[in-house]
Structure formats: structure tokens, C-alpha cells
């Protein structure tokens, strides 16, 4: 990946390495950032990342957003080896991580699209709403039955009174026993508010959509362009405020908006980021809240397709490596461009 890459920098100056594991159609996959293991990665959701100082771990996380979906994959042949697209040439993955080693060709990886977008969590508990309905039928329903059974046992009639109230005590009890299984398995988190909250979030997101839509974007792409535009930021420049943080994750995002002006088309969200420092000996992690501008890409440029590239300078056609923004043979500075491009990040 070509953020990777400026990502790796930062790391390798700190002396860092992170190992993240994922968990991808129904199997564990695991990547580090020294390349030391690098699964595929189809559409995985991050489980847990542990960082690395001078070979010890010293931190890890664990809380990610389970909506946002990520792929890391080399196209392979049948025998599971990589093929230059430019030589022909062929080798095991780890040879490819740095560009083709036969005729030194540089590969620009670019996030599928497709398969990093994100699932908003409202669908989630919604969904655990309508999965609460049949423990609740059960439950009543057997307790009701044992209450009017025990209150048939031990009365001495067997009136319409005794059936309603054993039906009414097992009802209570059925009541509470429901309760309690209700706060165990959801931690009480579906309430009347949280459920009006996420329609409200619904109704955001259900407008964002159509309005990326109306202006040739996908969800899929925000995210993308999003996480993306976030390396660049963080380790791309070496300001005060960057020069510590060796890696980020979007843990949440909101009143997401597309505005246009002076022919323009922007896209603006609040951005909830964990952001992780290496400072001295320590790991660092803390909350961050920061309000995001993108601007729609429409200059003539280099532009990506998902997956891999192989891109070549437009004056002298030499394979380039976009992270330099320089043709290292001609020299020419290059115009790289992707549907979204970070144009502003403030508190």
C-alpha cells in the first residue's frame, strides 16, 4: 500500500513493529509491519493489534470498529506465487513487498474499494432488538405454564381464578427471569433511547449515501479516502503534533456531510480516532476527536484502480513509486489523485 509504506517509515524510526491479527471469513489471519507475516486478508475486521519496542511487546488494543472492513491481497497464481504484471517475473510474496526484484518495477497498492466500506452500528442493535423476541416468547410461555401448574398442585380448587393466578405469578417471575437474561447477554444496551439515537444516526447515514451517490461516490470510497488521507496526514509531515504517532484507527464517525461551493464538491465528517505514540521507550494511546474535510478529485493526474498498480511516469514512462511524488528517473513532479483528498483536519 502506498500509505503503508509512509507508515512503515515512521516505524522503523521508532523501532516499532505492529502485529495485527484479523479475523476473516470464519479463519485468523495475521500481518506485522516488518513483513515478517503477511496473510491475505479478503474482508477481515481487526480482533487485536500489539505493538512492538525493540522486539517486546509493550501494548495492545482490542477495541476496533467492527463495521469497517479491510483487504490485503497480492493477486497469486495457482502454485500461490506473485507474477510481475510488467517482467513476467515470478517469486514468493515477501519478494513483491518492495516493488518487482526482477526488472524493479514499483507496485502501488491501493485499498479495494469495495471491500472497505462500513456497516453502521444502529443495523447491529436493531438486529439484537428483534433476536430478543423469541427468548421472550419462550420464557413467558414456560413459566406461565409452570405457575398455573403450581398453583393447580397446591390449591384445592381448580377455578378460573387459580389458572389466572398462576398465570399472572408466572408471568412475573417469567418477567424478571426475561430481565435478567436481557441485561447478561445485551448489557441492557437496548433501550428506547439508544434505539431512537440510532434511527437518528440512520437517518444521517441514509442521507449521506444518496448524496456521495448523486456526486459519483460510494461509501466504500469515503472510508476509504478517509482512512487514506489520515496516514498521509499523520506520517506524512514530521510537526509537533505528528512526529510521535506511529499508527491510528477510525473508531467511529459522524454527522458525515457533502456540501458543494465555487464548483467544488466537499465531503465533512466527525471523526472519533485512537491515536497511538511511541515516545522514548513507551506506547502511548489516546482518544481524539477531529472534524474532517475531503475535496472531490477532478484534475488530470495519476489516478489508482483497486488493488495493484503498476504506474508509470507520464514524460518519460518510467515505472514510479507515487509515494515520492517525484520521478526518480526524470525527476518530474507527478500529480497523484484519488476520488476524496484530505483537504483539511482540525479539532
Not at 423469541?134 to 377455578?159: C, D, K, N
Not at 460510494?218 to 504517532?245: I, K, P, W
Amino acid at each position: 500500500m502506498i500509505s503503508d509504506k509512509v507508515q512503515e517509515q515512521r516505524l522503523r524510526q521508532k523501532d516499532t513493529v505492529i502485529v495485527t491479527d484479523y479475523y476473516d471469513n470464519g479463519a485468523s489471519r495475521t500481518r506485522s509491519s516488518d513483513h515478517s507475516k503477511t496473510d491475505d486478508v479478503q474482508a477481515g475486521v481487526i480482533l487485536a493489534k500489539k505493538y512492538f519496542l525493540g522486539g517486546e511487546m509493550v501494548h495492545q488494543e482490542t477495541e476496533f470498529n467492527p463495521g469497517m472492513l479491510y483487504s490485503f491481497v497480492f493477486p497469486v497464481l495457482d502454485n500461490g506465487q506473485i507474477r510481475c504484471p510488467n517482467c513476467g517475473g515470478t517469486g514468493e510474496n515477501a519478494l513483491f513487498e518492495e516493488g518487482c526484484p526482477y526488472c524493479g518495477a514499483y507496485y502501488n497498492m491501493e485499498y479495494q474499494s469495495e471491500l472497505l466500506g462500513s456497516r453502521d452500528h444502529s443495523d447491529y442493535v436493531v438486529e439484537e432488538r428483534k433476536v430478543l423476541l423469541l427468548p421472550l416468547l419462550v420464557i413467558m410461555a414456560v413459566f406461565i405454564a409452570l405457575g398455573i401448574g403450581f398453583s393447580l398442585l397446591t390449591g384445592r380448587t381448580a377455578t378460573v381464578f387459580d389458572y389466572g393466578k398462576g398465570a399472572l405469578i408466572g408471568g412475573i417471575i417469567g418477567g424478571l427471569v426475561f430481565l435478567c437474561y436481557a441485561v447478561y447477554k445485551y448489557r441492557a444496551a437496548l433501550t428506547r433511547q439508544e434505539i431512537t439515537k440510532k434511527r437518528e444516526q440512520d437517518v444521517i447515514l441514509t442521507r449521506f449515501r444518496r448524496d456521495l451517490t448523486a456526486n459519483g461516490l460510494t461509501m466504500g470510497e469515503f472510508a476509504n479516502c478517509l482512512n487514506l488521507g489520515l496516514r498521509d496526514y499523520y506520517f506524512g509531515s514530521d510537526s509537533e503534533q505528528t512526529r510521535d504517532v506511529v499508527d491510528f484507527d477510525v473508531l467511529e464517525y459522524r454527522d458525515q456531510q457533502v456540501s458543494s461551493g465555487e464548483g467544488e464538491i466537499y465531503v465533512t465528517a466527525d471523526v472519533r480516532l485512537r491515536l497511538v505514540s511511541a515516545e522514548g521507550e513507551q506506547i502511548r494511546s489516546e482518544i481524539r476527536h477531529k472534524r474532517i474535510r475531503m475535496k472531490k478529485g477532478h484534475s488530470a493526474g495519476l489516478h489508482m484502480r483497486p488493488g495493484m498498480n503498476i504506474t508509470t511516469c507520464p514524460y518519460c514512462g518510467a515505472s514510479v513509486d507515487l509515494t515520492s511524488r517525484r520521478c526518480t528517473y526524470c525527476g518530474t513532479a507527478f500529480l497523484f489523485e484519488r476520488p476524496l483528498n484530505m483537504e483539511r483536519v482540525y479539532e
